[in-house]
């Protein structure tokens, strides 16, 4: 079942400008994490997020998380055409023996154009 | 960087035929998982494993059984393919929860 929820589900915009995801969720969790996917690749890991955490960044990467809301928003900044791709959220309940299954959300689908 | 390798990028198959999907990492990574894939689905946990020969099913087990004999390879089985796990199967290790998931390159397979 999809824990997180992204939205939009597609988006396009121009190179240069800032692009915003957002991730909604179900359940309390241990940490949110960001993922982006190349058409037809396997995911790579962007960003986690600790849910003491509020805000992190990573060089153009902005990731809020709001406990009390279930949510959090991936914030991409001064955007190029070699972002585009798709986005997942992810979250991590802890309610495993592995203790750190993720959840994913059925992701973003970023175009930025040149 | 760890390293996880699929060893298939696309697989085609005829239904009914026993399909083996192998991933193997090279970090030493307690925890495994096979995902699947689907357009408007997101990501599906199948099997996860957090040690050798342990494993656990995740949200979508049926049709598919897992082995690990050795902590580096996790193997992926479909005993009977059918069309409907025509699919991009996505293996992915992690050690702590305080790092992100390494994710291999997927296997596109089809199933005829």
């Known amino acids: 079942s999809q824990q997180g929820e992204e939205d939009p589900q597609a988006l396009s915009i121009q190179e240069g400008e800032n692009a915003t995801m957002n991730c909604s969720y179900k359940?309390?969790?241990?940490?949110l994490q960001w993922y982006r996917q190349n058409s037809g690749r396997g995911l790579v890991h962007l960003i986690l997020i600790r849910s003491n955490e509020r805000e992190k960044h990573s060089g153009r990467l902005r990731v809020t998380l709001d406990t009390s809301k279930k949510s959090s928003s991936l914030l991409i900044t001064a955007s190029r055409a070699a972002d585009t791709a798709s986005y997942f959220c992810a979250t991590d309940s802890g309610a495993n023996n592995a203790g750190n299954m993720l959840t994913f959300g059925g992701g973003t689908r970023l175009m930025v154009k040149p | 960087d760890v390293k996880v390798t699929q060893s298939s990028r696309y697989l085609v198959k005829r239904t009914g035929e026993k399909v083996f999907l192998e991933c193997v990492q090279d970090m030493d990574h307690e925890n495994m998982f096979w995902y699947r894939q689907d357009p408007g689905l997101g990501l599906r946990l199948i099997y996860f494993?957090?040690?050798?020969?342990?494993?656990e099913k995740g949200d979508i087990p049926e049709g598919y059984s897992v082995s690990r004999e050795k902590k580096e390879r996790f193997s992926l089985i479909l005993e009977s393919a059918s069309t409907n796990q025509t699919s991009m199967y996505l293996c992915a290790t992690v050690q702590s929860f305080i790092y992100g998931y390494t994710f291999g390159s997927g296997t596109r397979l089809t199933v005829v």
């Open positions: 359940t309390s969790i241990n940490n």
């Open positions: 494993s957090y040690d050798v020969k342990m494993k």
